[in-house]
């Protein structure tokens, strides 16, 4: 049974910083693509990150440069690191998992999801 439970949203002012964390499930967490989507009111989900079995990431236009995707198998977690916030940013986070295949920013390609964590930038 594939679990991923998100933490670390909340509300923080433009400019600042929040890192977000995704725990998952032991097995074979190295072996597939893990992403954070986040969906805003009335908008629809899309991709902010996502990192591969080989460690590669890839990242939204709007992402690159402030966020930074990475996972320590350890654990096993996802995080988010965001930086220089914006408004803009405001969603609801979520991690998720490809059941096998490389990574896509598609959403219906991922078939294990979080619940989610509500990330407000004012």
């Known amino acids: 049974h594939v679990q991923l439970v998100e933490s670390g949203g909340g509300s923080v002012e433009a400019g600042g910083s929040l890192r977000l964390s995704c725990v998952t499930s032991k097995y074979a967490y190295d072996e597939y693509c893990l992403g954070w989507f986040r969906q805003a009111e009335g908008k629809a989900r899309e991709r902010v990150a996502s990192?591969?079995?080989?460690?590669?990431?890839n990242y939204t236009v709007s992402a690159k440069g402030r966020f930074a995707i990475s996972r320590d198998a350890s654990i096993p977690t996802l995080y988010l690191q965001m930086n220089s916030l914006k408004p803009e940013d405001t969603a609801m986070y979520y991690c998720?998992?490809?059941?096998?295949?490389?990574?896509?920013?598609?959403?219906?390609?991922?078939?294990?999801w979080g619940q989610g964590t509500q990330v407000t930038v004012s």
């Open positions: 998720a998992r490809r059941r096998y295949g490389a990574c896509s920013p598609n959403a219906d390609r991922y078939a294990y």
């Open positions: 990192i591969d079995n080989d460690g590669n990431t």
